[in-house]
Every structure is written in C-alpha cells, then in structure tokens.
C-alpha cells in the first residue's frame, strides 16, 4: 500500500506539481482534503525556517507524516526581492496580477533581469525533519506571456527555456522547475533511506 503524505499547503498548484513528481510513489493530500483548514503563519525571514514551521504545525496538529514548502522568486538587481515575501509582494491578499505589476514596475529600466526561483521542501517523517532545496535560473521578461501556472510564472523565462513558465505545460515546466528539483531530492533521500522500512 502506498504511504500517504499530508502536503501541508494551501496551494492548488503546488499540489499539482509535486504530485506530478511523486505519483505513484506517495499518496500525497492536501490539507483541503485531510480536512485541515488553517493558514499557518509564514511569520521568518528565510524559506527553510517558514517551510519548517509549516511541517511543524502540521505535525502537532496531526502527529502524521507530512511535508511543505516555501518558495520564492529571488532577483539579482532587488537584492533578492521578492525572494521570502514573493506571495506578499504587492500586499497580503497575495494577488500574483499586483505582484507582477509590481515586479515589473521595479524592473523598470534595469538591465540586469536575472532571477531565480528556489523552494525549500520540510519533509517530517516520525516527527523528524529534513529538508531539500530546488533552484530554477532565468529572467524576468519584460511582458508577461502566456496563462498556464501560477504566480510569476508569466514573467520568468527559464535559462535553457525559450518560453515562460506560463507558456509552459505541467510536463516541460518540469524540465526547469524549482520544485521538481527539489522533489527529486526528497524522492533520492526516500530511496537512499529505504523508508518506510
Ligand atoms: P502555502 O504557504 O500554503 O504553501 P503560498 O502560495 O502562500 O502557499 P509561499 O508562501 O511559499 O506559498 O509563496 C510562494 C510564492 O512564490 C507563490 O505564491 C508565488 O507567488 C511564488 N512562486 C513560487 N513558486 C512559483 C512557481 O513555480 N511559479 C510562479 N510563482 C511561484
């Protein structure tokens, strides 16, 4: 039987993507669907101690094995910007079009447009926490192309790509993606370890 994991987001998207790295492997849950509805807090300065205090609060609440992520859009010229508060950018209602708009405002005459997107996966196994990184190098277009995916997708360009994340779908998104690699990670460790022994 596979093992279920609860992902603990409240994001539709990021369930759909790491599902498509882990399926058939782990029965992964959203907390939607474990019937979980809160919004833990993302109150830290880094994505490791956000992603870690969502597993964690998730854990407490459930004692079952669960993971999340936090990630973020990291820009050269701002400094890493939005980087941690990349769903907040633009205010708390975490309104991508504003939060583009935003962006490219900021962007506004910059030469340099490169950008990364990193993920930290906190994955908790008995209580027990470990994480992985995933990172995605690019540019922040100058227009937004393209309507599939989520968030920034519409305005990074991945190096290698000749497309924007949004004019990608699921399966060459995953070419790139931030989260695949990450996911990936997660699924080396799983095998390495042999859990669930
Ligand atoms: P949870 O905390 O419930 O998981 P969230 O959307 O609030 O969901 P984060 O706090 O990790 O997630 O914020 C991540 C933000 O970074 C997300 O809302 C997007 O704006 C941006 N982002 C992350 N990965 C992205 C991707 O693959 N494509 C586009 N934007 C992305």
Same mark, same amino acid.
């Given at each position: ?12 998207? @990021? ?16 907390? @939607? ?20 205090? @969502? ?54 005459? @910059? ?87």
């Amino acid at each position: 039987m596979m093992t279920t994991l609860i992902f603990a987001t409240n994001n539709d998207n @990021k369930v759909k993507e790491i599902r498509s790295v882990l399926q058939g492997k782990f029965h992964v849950i959203s907390l @939607k669907e474990a019937g979980i509805f809160v919004d833990v807090p993302e109150p830290y300065n880094t994505l490791e101690e956000n992603a870690s205090e @969502k597993s964690r609060v998730i854990y407490l609440m459930t004692g079952k094995d669960c993971f999340s992520e936090d990630s973020g859009l990291e820009v050269n010229v701002l400094d890493g910007a939005p980087g941690v508060r990349s769903a907040r950018y633009a205010g708390d209602a975490n309104n991508p079009e504003m939060n583009i708009e935003k962006l490219l405002h900021e962007m506004d005459g @910059k030469v340099d447009r490169r950008a990364r997107f990193r993920t930290v996966i906190s994955l908790r196994l008995f209580g027990q926490e470990k994480q992985f990184d995933g990172i995605c190098t690019g540019t922040i277009t100058m227009l937004q192309q393209g309507s599939a995916g989520f968030g920034y997708d519409p305005v990074f360009l991945p190096d290698g790509g000749d497309k924007t994340f949004a004019e990608m779908d699921l399966a060459e998104k995953n070419l790139f993606s931030h989260r695949k690699k990450a996911t990936e990670k997660f699924l080396d460790y799983i095998k390495e370890s042999s859990w669930p022994g």
